[in-house]
C-alpha cells in the first residue's frame, strides 16, 4: 500500500470511526433526554425517579402575579355586585307571546309551563334586573316586563317579592320596578361617556334561567344603532350575553354599572347595552314621576360621509348634518335649515351625529342651548330653547311608489312626478315634487342609499319640481341630493363614479 493510499485510508477509519462515535453520543443523549422524562419513550424505574427528582418549570412570577391579580378583581367584583343584580320571573299570555329581539332571538328566557287548560294559557319567563335605590327600586328592560301579568323579582338571599311597574320607558326600553323592601344593595353608575373601548367589563344576569351567572369580555365599541328602538346609543361587548340576561347589569371593574344589558344578535357573541348615563337618568324620572321628559331640537340628522363633506365643502367629517328641520320646532325657531351642520353644543363638541343626540338628551326640557353651525362654509351661533320630545317623534318606514315613470338609464332610478295620488299612498305632506319610483339593484342609486318611494327635494341646493330638473343637475355625472322619506330627511351624493 502507497503511503497516500495508507494516510487516505486512516483517515477514511478516523472518519468512520469519528462518525460511529457522534451517533453513539447523540444516542446516548437521547436515551438520557427521553430518560429525563422529555420524551414520548419512557425507562422504567430510575427514569421515573430522574424524572420525579427535577424541579418543575415554575410560572414567570411577573406574569402570575398579574393573572391572579386580574382573576382575584373578577372575583371581587363578582361578590360585591351579585347582591344587587335580581332574577326578574314574568308570566305572559300566551296569545301575546314573547317579545322577539334581533333576527327573532328571545331578550328573556321563557317556556310554556302547566298541564290544565288554566296554565297552558300563561307563558313564563324570567329576565334580570338591578337595584339602584336602597328602597326598592329596580332597573330592568321594558321588553322583560312588557305585557307581563304577573312579575315577581327573587334576590340573592332567596327572597322573592311581588313587583309592580312604577313606569316605563320604550323608546330606550327600560322600566322601573318597585318592590316593599328596604335597606337593599343598591349600585351606583360609572359615568359611561368616560367609558374606553378595550376595557375590561362583567356582565351578570340570569341566562337562560340560571340565576347569577358572572360572564367577561371588553366594552367592543360606543355609540351603536340597530334600529330597535326610538333613542339608541348602545355600547358593544363581547362578554357573553344571552336570553335571561335583560336587564341586568354591565359593570365596569369598580364595581359600577357601565350599562344596561338589553339585545343580542343571535350566535354572534356581541351584545349590546344602554349607556350607564342613560340609564340612570331614566331610571330616576320613572321612579319619581312614572314617565320620562326629553328635551327635543326637532331635527333629524345624520353622520357626515367624506363624499358629503366634500360636497358641503368641509374639510372633515365632524359635525352633524341637518337632514330636515320639523316645522315650527325649536330648531325652526331658530332659524335651523337643512344642510346645516351642528358642530357644538354649549362647549360640547360634535364628532359625530351621536354626539347631538347625546348632547340633547343631558339637557331639562326648556333650557337654552348654543348650537355652533356651519352654514354655506361660515359658522354662526344659534341659541335654541328645548321643547319635549313628542312621544311619537319615530314614525313609520319607508312605502313602496306606484307605477315607474322616465328612467335615468345612468344612474339606475327610475323618476316620476309626485301626484297627489301618490303623495297620500306615501303618506307624504312636505314639498317635493319628483319621487323616485324604482332603483335598480346594484346601481349607483342603490349605493347612494335611495329607495323607491324617495322624494327629492333638492338637488346641489336647487329644487326640483319636476324629474327634467333632477335629470339636468345630473348631468355632469353628480349632485348632492336632498331626500325625504317618512322617517326624515337625510342627503347624499349621487355619482355615476
Given at each position: 500500500m502507497y503511503p497516500t493510499q495508507q494516510k487516505y485510508s486512516l483517515t477514511r477509519r478516523s472518519r468512520l470511526f469519528g462518525v460511529a462515535l457522534l451517533g453513539w453520543v447523540a444516542l446516548a443523549g437521547m436515551l438520557t433526554y427521553s430518560y429525563a422524562g422529555a420524551s414520548p419513550i419512557q425507562a422504567p424505574g430510575a427514569a421515573a425517579a430522574a424524572a420525579a427528582a427535577l424541579p418543575a418549570t415554575p410560572v414567570p412570577s411577573v406574569g402570575r402575579s398579574s393573572a391572579q391579580q386580574l382573576s382575584d378583581t373578577f372575583a371581587d367584583v363578582a361578590a360585591r355586585v351579585s347582591p344587587s343584580v335580581v332574577t326578574i320571573k314574568v308570566e305572559v299570555k300566551r296569545e301575546l307571546q314573547a317579545p322577539q329581539g334581533m333576527f327573532g332571538m328571545p331578550f328573556?328566557?321563557?317556556?310554556?309551563?302547566?298541564?290544565?287548560?288554566?296554565?297552558?294559557?300563561?307563558?313564563?319567563?324570567?329576565?334580570?334586573?338591578?337595584i339602584f335605590r336602597a328602597d326598592g327600586a329596580v332597573l330592568t328592560n321594558n321588553h322583560v316586563v312588557e305585557h307581563a301579568t304577573r312579575i315577581d323579582v327573587v334576590l340573592k338571599d332567596g327572597r322573592s317579592f311581588r313587583a309592580k311597574v312604577t313606569g316605563t320607558d320604550p323608546a330606550v326600553d327600560l322600566a322601573v320596578l318597585k318592590i316593599d323592601a328596604t335597606g337593599l344593595p343598591a349600585l351606583s353608575f360609572a359615568d359611561s361617556s368616560k367609558a374606553r373601548v378595550g376595557e375590561w367589563v362583567l356582565a351578570i344576569g340570569a341566562p337562560f334561567g340560571l340565576d347569577y351567572t358572572l360572564t367577561a369580555g371588553v366594552l367592543s365599541a360606543k355609540g351603536r344603532g340597530m334600529g330597535a328602538n326610538e333613542i339608541e346609543d348602545y355600547l358593544?361587548?363581547?362578554?357573553?350575553?344571552?336570553?335571561?340576561?335583560?336587564?341586568?347589569?354591565?359593570?365596569?371593574?369598580?364595581?359600577?354599572?357601565?350599562?344596561?344589558?338589553?339585545?343580542?344578535?343571535?350566535?354572534?357573541?356581541?351584545?349590546?347595552?344602554?349607556?350607564?348615563?342613560?340609564?340612570?337618568?331614566?331610571?330616576?324620572?320613572?321612579?319619581?314621576?312614572?314617565?320620562?321628559?326629553?328635551?327635543?331640537?326637532?331635527?333629524?340628522?345624520?353622520?357626515?360621509?367624506?363624499?358629503?363633506?366634500?360636497?358641503?365643502?368641509?374639510?372633515?367629517?365632524?359635525?352633524?348634518?341637518?337632514?330636515?328641520?320639523?316645522?315650527?320646532g325649536p330648531a325652526a325657531r331658530a332659524g335651523l335649515r337643512p344642510g346645516d351642520i351642528i358642530e357644538r353644543v354649549d362647549q360640547d363638541d360634535v364628532v359625530q351625529g351621536k354626539d347631538l343626540l347625546r348632547d340633547v338628551l343631558k339637557k331639562p326640557v326648556g333650557s337654552e342651548v348654543a348650537l355652533l353651525v356651519r352654514r354655506d362654509g361660515k359658522l354662526q351661533t344659534?341659541?335654541?330653547?328645548?321643547?319635549?320630545?313628542?312621544?311619537?317623534?319615530?314614525?313609520?318606514?319607508?312605502?313602496?311608489?306606484?307605477?315607474?315613470?322616465?328612467?335615468?338609464a345612468h344612474f339606475g332610478l327610475s323618476l316620476q312626478a309626485l301626484t297627489p295620488e301618490i303623495a297620500s299612498q306615501l303618506g307624504y305632506q312636505g314639498p317635493g315634487k319628483v319621487v323616485i319610483s324604482a332603483v335598480q339593484p346594484g346601481s349607483p342609486a342603490e349605493e347612494a342609499g335611495l329607495h323607491a318611494g324617495d322624494v327629492v327635494v333638492d338637488a346641489d341646493h336647487h329644487s326640483v319640481q319636476t324629474p327634467d330638473d333632477l335629470v339636468k343637475a345630473l348631468a355632469d355625472g353628480k349632485a348632492l341630493l336632498r331626500v325625504e322619506r317618512r322617517d326624515g330627511s337625510f342627503f347624499t351624493v349621487l355619482s355615476k363614479e
Open positions: 328573556f328566557h321563557g317556556q310554556g309551563q302547566g298541564q290544565g287548560q288554566d296554565e297552558q294559557q300563561r307563558v313564563k319567563g324570567s329576565g334580570s334586573g338591578v358593544q361587548t363581547d362578554a357573553s350575553i344571552n336570553p335571561g340576561n335583560s336587564g341586568g347589569p354591565l359593570v365596569d371593574l369598580d364595581g359600577h354599572v357601565l350599562g344596561i344589558n338589553t339585545m343580542i344578535i343571535g350566535g354572534s357573541g356581541i351584545g349590546f347595552a344602554i349607556p350607564g348615563n342613560l340609564a340612570r337618568q331614566v331610571g330616576e324620572q320613572l321612579w319619581s314621576s312614572g314617565t320620562v321628559h326629553r328635551a327635543w331640537l326637532g331635527v333629524s340628522f345624520q353622520e357626515l360621509s367624506p363624499e358629503l363633506a366634500d360636497s358641503l365643502g368641509k374639510h372633515d367629517t365632524h359635525g352633524a348634518l341637518v337632514g330636515s328641520v320639523v316645522d315650527k344659534l341659541k335654541v330653547k328645548t321643547d319635549e320630545r313628542p312621544s311619537d317623534a319615530r314614525h313609520a318606514g319607508n312605502a313602496a311608489a306606484g307605477e315607474n315613470g322616465g328612467s335615468e
